[in-house]
């Protein structure tokens, strides 16, 4: 039951980093209302997962139990938005907004590039960081349609960090 | 829930099924129902009757034609089918590969090529594939049967130039040339499934190693998949990595206008749209080389 319930908020919390996104238009109509333009993760889309988990009775009850549902939610999307920023630290992108879709990050890429473009100009390596970036672009179109890599990576953390 | 009434009709010719399509204002087509039932579910389209072609005899399987070469797919073979035909993997990569990444596994196994091409929508995958393969589309209707270039079928978003009456029996696939290659590629949406953008193309490669012939189509991107002649053209005479740039790059003058939606905006499409026709000829002239 508890594996169970650790791998549902993982599936939670890669939807909430990297596909879930509530939309309405100017008269408060909802535009996501299908899963076809809300999507949540599917068992085809996530990675096998590997959890591990310690055990510390607590000594407040008779039997040392303790709620292991949600605990499990919360570390998942900053360990995913923090892989994301790490993989993407040298182009100086700083911040992406959940959920980190292919198209934010890109966006997120370019902007980054251009800004440290900007700040490296004086010393002459803008094409450098210009040219890198172009690169990284070009992956992200078709590698993270899925957001595997990146979800693989924070799934990955997310099971080993735990203690 | 499916919340307006219709009469139910299973002809057992094709003659028949044109005649009741014909002579009924809103009647609709139904084969393997992975685009009719979803549209009437969700109210996009109200048909008084549906016409149901699964009992017509003739309109499934994957067959070569007798005299040019070439594959003939009967309109009702399904999704699953084509993906998985050692036939058309062999020859037609782009059409398995388009046929293969529609939907999920239980809509490949009911959806049918000839359904997907009818219904028209603006990402549609066969019908990408179907245009750089340079299929040609065969319909039988009221005043007898015709045949339509694939790239004349689409006309707008969801509309075809399919006449009232028309139903599309099969389509045929002009032989593989030597050194030819082809290949889709696709961004899928993760919710809906449909391409977010998508690049079919096909190529041959002469003996020097440079691009003969290539057709390149879009889908996903504008109002209605397309071809992209002047993409084409810059491809043409040129190694395969450098036709695969040229033609990457041409995509941003190549006319279109992308569509904005909540899948992706305009600007990421085009983006895509460059990234994916690079892949694509790079890909296609890579099994050219090989074939």
Same mark, same amino acid.
């Given at each position: 039951?508890?594996?169970?319930?650790?791998?549902?908020?993982?599936?939670?919390?890669?939807?909430?980093? #990297?596909?879930?996104?509530?939309?309405?238009?100017?008269?408060?109509?909802?535009?996501?209302?299908?899963?076809?333009?809300?999507?949540?993760?599917?068992?085809?889309?996530?990675?096998? #997962?590997?959890?591990?988990?310690?055990?510390?009775?607590?000594?407040?009850?008779?039997?040392?139990?303790?709620?292991?549902?949600?605990?499990?939610?919360?570390?998942?999307?900053?360990?995913?938005?923090?892989?994301?920023?790490?993989? #993407?630290?040298? #182009?100086?992108?700083?911040?992406?907004?959940?959920?980190?879709?292919?198209?934010?990050?890109?966006?997120?890429?370019?902007?980054?590039?251009?800004?440290?473009?900007?700040?490296?100009?004086?010393?002459?390596?803008?094409?450098?960081?210009?040219?890198?970036?172009?690169?990284?672009?070009?992956?992200?179109?078709?590698?993270?349609?899925?957001?595997?890599?990146?979800?693989?990576?924070?799934?990955?953390?997310?099971?080993?960090?735990?203690? | 829930?499916?919340?307006?009434?219709?009469?139910? %009709?299973?002809?057992?010719?094709?003659?028949?099924?044109?005649?009741?399509?014909?002579?009924?204002?809103?009647?609709?087509?139904?084969?393997?129902?992975?685009?009719?039932?979803?549209?009437?579910?969700?109210?996009?389209?109200?048909?008084?009757?549906?016409?149901?072609?699964?009992?017509?005899?003739?309109?499934?399987?994957?067959?070569?034609?007798? %005299?040019?070469?070439?594959?003939?797919?009967?309109?009702?073979?399904?999704? &699953?089918?084509?993906?998985?035909?050692?036939?058309?993997?062999?020859?037609?990569?782009?059409?398995?590969?388009?046929?293969?990444?529609?939907?999920?596994?239980?809509?490949?196994?009911?959806?049918?090529?000839?359904?997907?091409?009818? &219904?028209?929508?603006?990402?549609?995958?066969?019908?990408?594939?179907?245009?750089?393969?340079?299929?040609?589309?065969?319909?039988?209707?009221?005043?007898?049967?015709?045949?339509?270039?694939?790239?004349?079928?689409?006309?707008?978003?969801?509309?075809?130039?399919?006449?009232?009456?028309?139903?599309?029996?099969?389509? &045929?696939?002009?032989?593989?040339?030597?050194?030819?290659?082809?290949?889709?590629?696709?961004?899928?949406?993760?919710?809906?499934?449909?391409?977010?953008?998508?690049?079919?193309?096909?190529?041959?490669?002469?003996? &020097?190693?440079?691009?003969?012939?290539?057709?390149?189509?879009?889908?996903?991107?504008?109002?209605?998949?397309?071809?992209?002649?002047?993409?084409?053209?810059?491809?043409?005479?040129?190694?395969?990595?450098?036709?695969?740039?040229?033609?990457?790059?041409?995509?941003?003058?190549?006319?279109?206008?992308?569509?904005?939606?909540?899948?992706?905006?305009?600007?990421?499409?085009?983006?895509?749209?460059?990234?994916?026709?690079?892949?694509?000829?790079?890909?296609?002239?890579?099994?050219?080389?090989?074939?």
């Amino acid at each position: 039951v508890v594996d169970g319930q650790t791998h549902g908020n993982i599936a939670l919390g890669v939807g909430q980093a #990297l596909l879930e996104e509530v939309v309405y238009d100017a008269d408060g109509r909802i535009l996501t209302d299908s899963y076809g333009t809300y999507p949540i993760p599917r068992a085809m889309t996530l990675p096998n #997962l590997e959890t591990a988990r310690t055990e510390t009775p607590t000594k407040v009850n008779p039997i040392g139990a303790k709620g292991a549902g949600d605990v499990s939610n919360p570390p998942v999307a900053p360990a995913i938005v923090n892989a994301i920023l790490d993989a #993407l630290a040298d #182009l100086g992108v700083r911040s992406v907004e959940m959920p980190a879709t292919p198209e934010r990050v890109w966006r997120a890429m370019n902007a980054g590039a251009a800004h440290a473009a900007k700040g490296a100009a004086g010393k002459g390596a803008s094409a450098k960081v210009g040219a890198r970036a172009a690169a990284a672009a070009n992956g992200a179109a078709g590698k993270t349609a899925a957001g595997k890599p990146a979800t693989r990576k924070a799934a990955a953390r997310t099971g080993g960090s735990r203690s | 829930v499916i919340p307006v009434k219709f009469t139910y %009709r299973l002809p057992a010719t094709i003659e028949e099924a044109s005649a009741l399509l014909a002579g009924h204002a809103h009647a609709a087509v139904l084969a393997g129902g992975q685009s009719l039932i979803p549209s009437m579910t969700v109210r996009r389209t109200a048909p008084s009757m549906l016409v149901d072609i699964r009992k017509i005899g003739g309109l499934r399987g994957i067959s070569k034609l007798p %005299r040019k070469g070439g594959l003939r797919i009967g309109a009702a073979t399904t999704l &699953d089918e084509i993906s998985g035909s050692p036939v058309v993997a062999a020859t037609h990569e782009a059409l398995a590969e388009a046929a293969g990444s529609v939907g999920d596994p239980q809509v490949r196994h009911r959806g049918t090529i000839g359904g997907a091409l009818a &219904d028209g929508h603006p990402s549609g995958d066969l019908i990408a594939a179907a245009i750089a393969l340079d299929a040609t589309v065969n319909v039988s209707g009221p005043k007898g049967t015709r045949a339509i270039a694939a790239a004349d079928l689409v006309t707008g978003p969801y509309a075809t130039s399919l006449a009232r009456g028309e139903i599309i029996t099969s389509v &045929d696939l002009p032989a593989a040339a030597a050194r030819s290659g082809s290949a889709y590629l696709k961004i899928r949406h993760p919710g809906s499934g449909y391409a977010v953008c998508a690049v079919a193309a096909a190529l041959t490669v002469g003996a &020097d190693g440079t691009v003969g012939s290539v057709r390149i189509a879009v889908t996903g991107a504008a109002d209605a998949p397309v071809r992209l002649g002047a993409v084409e053209k810059a491809g043409v005479g040129k190694t395969v990595a450098d036709a695969a740039a040229a033609a990457g790059k041409a995509t941003t003058k190549a006319g279109l206008t992308y569509r904005s939606d909540l899948a992706a905006s305009a600007e990421y499409r085009a983006h895509l749209a460059s990234v994916l026709t690079e892949r694509a000829v790079a890909l296609a002239g890579e099994r050219a080389g090989s074939a």
